[in-house]
């Protein structure tokens, strides 16, 4: 059981920011593209941000401006910097790793942290 392990998340006021981590495995990390999703209350679950292995980024365009992913090759870890949230921004955040293997896409997540924005 691969485990891509989040932590981060929490309450913060809206115009706040928190900083979201997730740890995989060296092998995960290196190889697959790593990501964050999020599913509001009642919602679907949507993509937030993606980085490759190269540092290639794509961005939503909810969180384009104010969301910034990153990542720490030595620390096999990657980061979600969200600032100026709204109450929008609440969800339930992902982390999430994908690669094509043989024309499948693998997909493996993370358990999930809570994010809410709210005074």
């Known amino acids: 059981q691969v485990q891509l392990v989040e932590s981060g998340g929490g309450l913060v006021q809206p115009g706040g920011s928190l900083r979201l981590s997730c740890a995989a495995p060296?092998?995960?990390?290196?190889?697959?593209?790593m990501g964050w999703y999020r599913q509001p209350p009642g919602k679907e679950r949507e993509l937030v941000a993606t980085?490759?292995?190269?540092?290639?980024?794509t961005y939503a365009d909810s969180g384009k401006g104010r969301f910034t992913i990153s990542r720490d090759n030595g620390k096999n870890t990657v980061f979600l910097q969200m600032n100026s949230l709204k109450p929008e921004d609440t969800a339930v955040y992902y982390c999430n790793a994908n690669r094509r293997i043989m024309a499948t896409n693998v997909d493996l997540w993370g358990q999930g942290t809570q994010v809410t924005v709210s005074s």
């Open positions: 980085i490759t292995s190269g540092g290639r980024t």
């Open positions: 060296r092998n995960i990390f290196s190889t697959y593209v």
